[in-house]
């Protein structure tokens, strides 16, 4: 550990991290189209639901954003002297401000793309590979799979681990570990989630079947 990094720095990394976190862009964009994304499709604030409930062109930028608001939160933190593992303290307060902003009532989205925002920022060579393939899976997939930044997010993620255990891998294990965890933390907060909510996706599931009593032409 740098000797000048002490536990003023680490608070100092959590707090500009989980600012930048708790910027809610899915939000924003829902409401610059005159949509509340916490009241259409899943009721979260990600990039699938403004996707599929505000437009394709607003959900694209929110996937690239969100991204990037957790790569630039990982930026910032090293100014002050943090490195290697070291930054996984950051990369937890970025995904808890994407789960509960407080700009929001403290409510947010599944926390994959901020989590691959992260991830690139504390490992870029090792996640370059990974992230690139995360976000083709979630944006060419968006409307054939659910929750495609889940899958993205984990394919991605396997991508990562396989790499690392590769002879030329010259990631740090603790990295390695503590991304590891963040992956299985925002797979397990997306999944209780979709657990007490349910009826949301049950819901979103219905409105997406074709209508059988419509003939191909649209008319019964």
């Known amino acids: ?60 930028a929110v996937t690239i954003i969100d991204g990037t608001k957790g790569l630039l939160a990982i930026l910032l933190v090293r100014q002050l002297g943090l490195d290697g593992a070291e930054l996984l303290v950051p990369a937890i307060a970025a995904i808890a401000g994407h789960w509960n902003s407080p700009f929001t009532k403290f409510k947010g989205g599944d926390g994959a793309l ?55 891998s010259n990631t740090e294990p603790t990295v390695v570990y503590g991304l590891t965890g963040l992956g299985i933390g925002v797979l397990l907060h997306s999944m209780y989630f979709h657990y007490r909510h349910r009826e949301f996706f049950a819901l979103e599931a219905l409105e997406d079947e074709p209508d059988p009593t419509l003939t191909q032409d649209g008319l019964s």
């Open 1 to 60: 550990m740098n000797p000048e990094v002490t536990f003023n720095t680490f608070l100092i990394s959590a707090v500009v991290a989980y600012a930048m976190g708790a910027i809610p862009v899915a939000y924003i964009a829902g409401r610059l189209y005159g949509v509340n994304i916490f009241e259409v499709g899943s009721r979260q604030a990600g990039a699938t639901n403004v996707f599929r409930e505000v437009s394709h062109k607003a959900g694209f």
């Open 114 to 168: 901020s989590m691959m925002g992260t991830g690139l920022g504390i490992a870029p060579l090792a996640l370059l590979g990974p992230v690139v393939l995360a976000a083709a899976i979630s944006i060419g997939l968006n409307s054939k799979l659910n929750h495609p930044s889940l899958w993205g997010g984990t394919a991605g993620f396997l991508l990562f681990i396989a790499l690392s255990f590769m002879p030329s």
